[in-house]
């Protein structure tokens, strides 16, 4: 079976079971409890969503819609190209960076480094999150993508 | 070196008062001196203007006269000290706190430049005293891990992603904030709230909490032994240099909160982010090979946190003050 | 300075080849011994490694060498000349040239932090040190101005204000480009065109062109007549960091045009704005009381130009060379 | 006679007769000839427009376009609020320093520290021009205009 495209309707949906079930057990192990604790407290209460934008996408800029709620992904699609994504936290990052992320670039950076960046939305109040995020973010990193079709960009 | 008491005494001694003596020996020591000076007072030297802060011209000038060249410090003793005398756990335990502060000079580093847009002619100054003074803390931990620990690497970013997996994943909590919130700064360089939110994390929390603790315990732990006598002699002098960072800090949101008495809340909001993430860690880190519990680490921060908000007069709302007893003792800085 | 030449020869003379010995004096000299410095063995210095440039670290490593404290200069006798000593004539054609560069190295004090966001991070060290060098001989002129000229003001700000008179009304051709061309950068830290647009303005013309032809003329008039001894040494040590910055910045535009040769269109259409608003003057400035003639002046910026666009292999089609030929000999720096 | 309101019609009226006149005598006498003669030859060829905003007018961002064409200016009128003027260079400045402009706050420094910037256009095709642009500026801020209406704000 080959792998679904990068910001293709099968990889949303892969993405949104990815997110759904979290970080696996392997995955896990290397962390403290109190830090998953704090993980699944901010996922069961997060009624937030996410615009993840991918800004020079051949067609134009599109995003990944995500939206939270009951600790669960209610909500995950390609939106665009075309249009403002409407979401709690706007963010975007550029082709390159999603495909470093992919393949195993560090989410903490990709965050310190700006390489992703909160574009509309509150700030303080989507750090409060930051961990959360960034284990999403490195969930999504792992879901298989094929960026061949994007290659001659 | 010749004093060895314990990397905590002072902890537990509390405030100590200062002679003008130690003050000008502070002052005035060269590099080569900073050997000789004892980290306990540095770290009381920060505070010791912190109730009637310099302006911003006399924390220019005392730049000039404190400013060091990283090139001076020779690691060789270092090296021996750290292959040859301490063991394995002190290693671990010192790599975890340590990287974080690698990482975390870098990234204050990079992040100030926006700062000095909206600021006034004279706070220029000052912060291109601090620029310069972030870059060469960068390069300082540079060489360490380079020539002590041993990490190869072509330029700096090679050695920063080698010690990398040294860093906490909760790092992303206090630095990545400010890398957001340098990013509003930058859009918007005269918005004074924004630039309240930026000042708070950088100099208040990074710089006032996580950096002084850190100092602290890696260099009580080098004073106490015996060891490392270039990283101690270096990173004493970035103490030095941080009392001006503080001090110019605190100044900044003292001035910023007397004159419009609203920026308390921005101060407010933005720890009250800082405190809740401040209150998970992800990994263990081990202490005790450097002489120190996790809780003497945790009383450290309280302390440090404390004395700042107290001298600067920003008071804490009770659910801020209930975050602050939840701080979990997890080091970095810049 | 026992020597006491004229301030045009070295112009007529052309290129001077600098002995090793000259060389380590020039690189090695403390505050107090650049009185001894031939200005135009500076300037000659500034070429020196401009064939194969220094990479930025060496520059930095330089910096933490050559770097001096503002505060050190005496101003007495500079005031005794400028009062006693000196014609009203040549104070008048000396605030001419000199208010330029006041205002001048207070605008790219302020306007190079912007540059240091996309910058590589070897290349950051270099930047955090001119930050920090322009905001120093920010306090030079500002010392000059207060403590010898005799202007009044509380603050850095007011004493630009009253040295703004002096200021020419085509100061804000380089110098407001190289403000909205930094708000470019603010905007795009990362485009590199515009990063090459600003570097030309910034590097290759206000430092590499305009700031040296400044400093050639005050300091080989002080030279001569033996005049301004604290001005002579701070402003010939601003020419030793001078020579930092501008092969830093020509090493920025030689690396960005070999890495996209495509780029030297965005050199070619700075410099073509930059030569058209160059060939404008708005008050004639009166050379002679200080030695020179208006030709001489233009001489010298060309020379200037050329050098460092030979040098570094840049080559201008035949407009911007015709466009050359008609500077007007105005002056300022930063 | 009262000064015409800042930001009004009559008040765009007296700027665009001030600008067609250019520089009065007295100015002019303390620059070299060769300043004006640029000025001149800039001025006999300008065919862009400007649209100079004000950031916080009370209304709303207003702008006053000016369009220059065979030596003079052959539109200049208060556009807004609301809409995005079309000009060859869109300039925006905030009511304080179009205020201080008023009050004899000098041009080039207004350039200089940014208290006038432009937001869309070319910058080195507009510095071409920036002699003849910052001497429009002043007059600008000798055509007389009252404030009082803002005063409030």
Redesign the interface.
């Known amino acids: 079976m080959s792998e679904p495209e990068f910001f293709s309707p099968a990889w949303a949906a892969a993405v949104r079971d990815a997110l759904s079930a979290g970080p696996p057990e392997p995955d896990r192990a290397g962390k403290l409890q109190m830090y998953w604790d704090f993980f699944d407290r901010v996922k069961a209460g997060y009624a937030s969503s996410w615009a993840l934008g991918c800004r020079d996408l051949p067609a134009g800029p599109a995003s990944l819609f995500i939206q939270w709620g009951g600790g669960t992904v209610t909500d995950c699609r390609v939106t665009g190209p075309g249009g403002t994504p409407e979401a709690t936290y706007v963010l975007g990052m550029d082709y390159a960076d999603w495909q470093a992320l992919h393949d195993g670039y560090d989410p903490q950076r990709t965050v310190m480094y700006r390489k992703i960046l909160v574009e509309e939305g509150n700030i303080l109040e989507f750090f409060k999150g930051i961990y959360f995020f960034t284990e999403c973010l490195a969930v999504i990193g792992k879901v298989p993508a094929g960026f061949g079709a994007l290659a001659a960009h | 070196m010749t004093e060895r008491k314990s990397p905590t005494a002072v902890l537990h001694e509390g405030p100590r008062a200062l002679s003008d003596q130690q003050v000008r020996q502070i002052e005035g020591a060269a590099l080569k001196e900073v050997l000789d000076v004892d980290i306990d007072d540095v770290i009381e030297y920060v505070h010791k203007d912190m109730r009637s802060l310099p302006d911003y011209t006399t924390l220019?000038?005392k730049y000039?006269?404190q400013?060091w060249?990283?090139?001076d410090l020779d690691f060789a003793q270092d090296k021996i000290d750290w292959t040859e005398k301490m063991t394995e756990p002190e290693r671990q335990s010192f790599l975890a706190i340590a990287s974080g502060f690698h990482h975390g000079e870098?990234?204050v580093?990079?992040e100030l430049?926006?700062f000095?847009?909206g600021a006034g002619?004279?706070e220029?100054?000052h912060i291109?005293?601090q620029?310069?003074d972030?870059?060469?803390h960068?390069?300082f931990f540079d060489r360490f891990y380079r020539e002590v620990v041993g990490l190869q690497g072509g330029?700096?970013?090679a050695i920063l992603d080698a010690s990398?997996p040294w860093?906490s994943?909760?790092?992303?909590?206090p630095?990545?904030?400010l890398?957001?919130?340098a990013?509003?700064v930058?859009r918007n360089?005269y918005d004074e709230r924004a630039r309240v939110?930026y000042g708070t994390t950088y100099f208040l929390w990074i710089e006032g909490v996580l950096a002084l603790s850190v100092m602290k315990v890696t260099l009580s732990y080098a004073r106490w032994r015996g060891f490392l006598p270039a990283y101690y002699t270096g990173f004493t002098a970035t103490c030095r240099d941080e009392s001006r960072h503080v001090q110019g800090g605190m100044k900044y949101l003292q001035d910023a909160v007397r004159k419009d008495p609203t920026m308390i809340r921005e101060i407010h909001?933005?720890l009250?982010?800082i405190l809740?993430?401040a209150?998970?860690?992800?990994?263990?880190v081990i202490y005790e090979p450097l002489g120190w519990t996790q809780d003497e680490v945790r009383m450290l921060m309280f302390q440090q946190l404390g004395r700042k908000l107290n001298d600067v007069g920003i008071t804490l709302p009770p659910d801020l003050q209930a975050m602050v007893s939840s701080v979990?003792p997890v080091l970095a800085g810049g």
């Open positions: 220019y000038r000039l006269k400013r060249d990283v090139y870098r990234q580093e990079i430049p926006v000095m847009i002619e004279e220029k100054l291109s005293a620029i310069e972030e870059a060469r960068t390069v330029d700096i970013m990398f860093v994943e909760t790092f992303v909590g630095f990545g904030l890398a957001y919130q990013d509003e930058r360089p939110r909001e933005t009250r982010t809740m993430l209150g998970v860690a992800s990994r263990e979990q």
